[in-house]
């Protein structure tokens, strides 16, 4: 089940220049499924991430967070230095494994490089999946030969379908921005379902484009992105072990380097990947685990973005509202209550508005006399919804993605294992 939302037609997804991609069954889980990944990235390409804040991060973030330090720290040309490959399983996250599961992504990447001709520390590992299991690291090396048999420009449609989990449906999509005369080129892939909350999610994206841009300004990029994207969709609120975000530039474009983010040409790049980055972010909250409505929570009017943030997460994070909204219940009470204990300092409930789509609900802290149940029923019954709270102390807001909870959010996440 998922709100809006339809297979990307591969004939729409650009081939990154200086970037392939093969997939192949490994059966890290289940046999006969497309289940292992490899990105093949051309020498000069410079890649930035972003990851889990869950302290209990899995062993393949962590062996990340060490390979992008080292590459960075190494500087660009140096030998065996730069990122040179991403290895992605789906099926086992490899999280909650100790020193064993360390061990056990360290090896899959020794074993891609030594068929690529790399060094360990040039392969970025990802996986997702059941927590707290053994990785089948010899299935993995296994698959490696026939993943990079597959190696292509095209691959970006089976490798969206190749890193899901409980996902219904692949997510890509592709888009390209003039910069200096040039058309660059943006295409990204991203998975998720459940266990998606902001400070990333259940979730993978990877998003890889041929801009030349200069390596702290793709870091910062990555960040600002996936602040913007992947870090304002909530699901339930759980936040995983193994969310990463991966921004690739293989600088082929053939533009003036970006340096900064500030420039004309920085600006313009910016707005593309953020773009692509929603699009790909709301794709995961429409393809919820059981989600029936997608909900566009809009928080206005306070004093700091950041108060806004704590109100809108309020609301979307609540079983609460995201129940009463499965319901078609406009029982908006437990909206307000939400907001008040996001916990905004000072807030005084008596400025406050609330709107359903178009239908004013609460005015000055109270329900509207003109407000009508059955208006607000109405607009519940919808697929897509925007939620609206006016705050009247500031200028500053913000916009975070959710949907409602179903039955069918229980029933998978009880037989997820079997």
């Not at 090896?107 to 392969?123: D, E, F, I, K």
């Not at 999946?129 to 026939?146: S, W």
């Not at 484009?209 to 793709?218: H, K, R």
């Not at 530039?249 to 707005?271: F, K, N, P, V, Y």
């Amino acid at each position: 089940m998922s709100v809006n939302l339809s297979a990307p037609d591969p004939q729409t997804l650009l081939p990154v220049p200086g970037v392939r991609i093969g997939v192949a069954m490994a059966g890290v889980r289940k046999a006969n499924r497309r289940d292992l990944v490899v990105f093949a990235l051309d020498e000069g390409t410079e890649v930035a991430g972003v990851f889990t804040q869950n302290r209990f991060c899995a062993a393949p973030v962590q062996v990340c967070r060490e390979h992008l330090a080292a590459a960075a720290g190494q500087g660009a040309g140096a030998p065996g230095s730069g990122i040179r490959a991403l290895l992605i399983n789906t099926g086992n996250a490899n999280a909650g494994t100790g020193a064993d599961g360390l061990q056990r992504a360290r090896r899959s990447c020794s074993a891609l490089a030594a068929l690529m001709g790399l060094q360990p520390a040039q392969v970025l590992p990802f996986s997702t999946g059941v927590i707290m299991e053994t990785l089948p690291v010899e299935r993995i090396e296994a698959g490696l030969p026939a993943a990079l048999a597959a190696l292509q420009p095209a691959g970006w449609g089976e490798a969206a379908t190749g890193i899901m989990t409980t996902d219904t449906l692949p997510k890509a999509a592709s888009r390209q921005v003039q910069i200096g005369g040039r058309t660059v080129t943006l295409t990204g892939i991203s998975k998720g379902a459940g266990m998606i909350r902001p400070n990333m999610a259940t979730m993978l994206g990877f998003l890889a484009t041929d801009a030349v841009i200069a390596p702290a300004a793709l870091q910062a990029l990555a960040r600002h992105a996936a602040d913007a994207s992947f870090n304002r969709i909530t699901i339930d609120g759980d936040t995983s072990t193994n969310d990463s975000f991966v921004l690739v530039a293989t600088q082929q474009a053939g533009h003036a380097r970006i340096d900064t983010l500030s420039s004309a040409e920085g600006q313009a790049l910016s707005a593309a990947v953020v773009a692509l980055a929603q699009q790909l972010a709301q794709a995961i909250v429409r393809d919820g685990e059981g989600a029936t409505k997608f909900i566009t929570v809009q928080v206005q009017g306070g004093r700091t973005e950041a108060e806004c943030r704590l109100a809108a997460y309020a609301i979307a994070h609540s079983p609460l509202v995201k129940t009463a909204f499965f319901a078609s219940d406009p029982n908006l009470g437990r909206i307000l209550a939400a907001v008040g204990y996001a916990g905004i300092a000072d807030l005084d409930q008596g400025l406050i508005d609330l709107f359903l789509d178009e239908v004013h609900v609460v005015q000055h802290g109270g329900r509207l006399p003109s407000y009508r149940e059955e208006d607000g029923q109405r607009v519940m019954k919808k697929a897509e919804i925007t939620v609206r709270v006016h705050l009247h102390r500031g200028e500053a807001e913000a916009t975070v993605w959710t949907c409602d909870f179903s039955h069918e959010y229980v029933t998978i996440n009880a037989d997820y294992r079997s």
